[in-house]
């Protein structure tokens, strides 16, 4: 009885001292794990900002990004609407000086005609104030005198505007400056498809025709029209 109570108390103790020895071991396992996971959450949170202050950053950089495109849109929006209403004062300075232009553009070619209207009015005032009844032949020589004045005075002031009147008498028909009246038989001197008579003066301004002369042109006989 005695060997067995020793041998059974025997037991228990080595029974207690094994589970002793399994707690420990847990325990440390444990406590290691533990402070690895703190040290690690340590390690994290000293490398890497904290997930709150992230989004805040990058929420003030949006915002600043957005205050500058946004002062960006209204400079240009500001430009835009200046360029706006000087094209729009161009356009209408550029109609009135149009308009003006259609207006006065002959205002210095009408001054020149004023001219000529003078001398005309003082050949017909001349001429019924001072002309005795029955003496044609003085009146006929007023006549001349102002007319004479009249045609000088129109030369010039065509001549002053770029107006020339076309003598094409000689020159070959063009269809460009010539109006056909009707075909005439060829005389000595005078080519066939030439201009053989003016029924009217042509005339341009500026190298460019404005009228047609009204012409004659020599023909062969037996083309005769």
Same mark, same amino acid.
């Given at each position: 009885?005695?060997?067995?109570?020793?041998?059974?108390?025997?037991?228990?103790?080595?029974?207690?001292?094994?589970?002793?020895?399994?707690? =420990?071991?847990?325990?440390?396992? %444990? %406590?290691?794990?533990?402070?690895?996971?703190?040290?690690?959450?340590?390690?994290?949170?000293? =490398?890497?900002?904290?997930?709150?202050?992230?989004?805040?950053?990058?929420?003030?950089?949006?915002?600043?990004?957005?205050?500058?495109?946004?002062?960006?849109?209204?400079?240009?929006?500001?430009?835009?609407?200046?360029?706006?209403?000087?094209?729009?004062?161009?356009?209408?300075?550029?109609?009135?000086?149009?308009?003006?232009?259609?207006?006065?553009?002959?205002?210095?070619?009408?001054?020149?005609?004023?001219?000529?209207?003078?001398?005309?009015?003082?050949?017909?005032?001349?001429?019924?104030?001072?002309?005795?009844?029955?003496?044609?032949?003085?009146?006929?020589?007023?006549?001349?005198?102002?007319?004479?004045? %009249?045609?000088?005075?129109?030369?010039?002031?065509?001549?002053?505007?770029?107006? =020339?009147?076309?003598?094409?008498?000689?020159?070959?028909?063009?269809?460009?400056?010539?109006?056909?009246?009707?075909?005439?038989?060829?005389?000595?001197?005078?080519?066939?498809?030439?201009?053989?008579?003016?029924?009217?003066?042509?005339?341009?301004?500026?190298?460019?025709?404005?009228?047609?002369?009204?012409?004659?042109?020599?023909?062969?006989?037996?083309?005769?029209?």
């Amino acid at each position: 009885m005695a060997v067995r109570s020793l041998w059974a108390g025997r037991l228990r103790v080595q029974c207690l001292l094994s589970s002793t020895a399994a707690w =420990e071991s847990k325990g440390w396992q %444990l %406590l290691f794990s533990t402070a690895i996971q703190r040290t690690a959450g340590e390690d994290c949170r000293s =490398e890497d900002p904290p997930d709150e202050l992230g989004p805040s950053l990058a929420e003030r950089a949006l915002r600043i990004k957005a205050v500058k495109l946004e002062k960006e849109v209204q400079d240009l929006t500001v430009r835009y609407q200046r360029a706006v209403a000087d094209c729009e004062n161009i356009r209408r300075r550029t109609q009135r000086c149009v308009e003006d232009a259609k207006i006065f553009g002959i205002q210095s070619f009408c001054k020149d005609l004023v001219e000529v209207a003078d001398i005309l009015e003082k050949t017909t005032e001349c001429i019924s104030e001072e002309t005795e009844p029955g003496d044609q032949k003085l009146t006929l020589e007023k006549v001349f005198r102002g007319l004479s004045l %009249l045609e000088a005075k129109l030369k010039s002031v065509f001549a002053k505007h770029g107006l =020339e009147k076309l003598t094409p008498i000689g020159d070959k028909y063009d269809p460009h400056q010539h109006e056909l009246i009707c075909h005439v038989p060829a005389g000595i001197g005078v080519q066939p498809g030439t201009v053989a008579l003016v029924r009217q003066d042509g005339y341009k301004l500026h190298g460019r025709t404005i009228r047609l002369a009204r012409v004659e042109v020599a023909v062969e006989s037996q083309r005769r029209l």
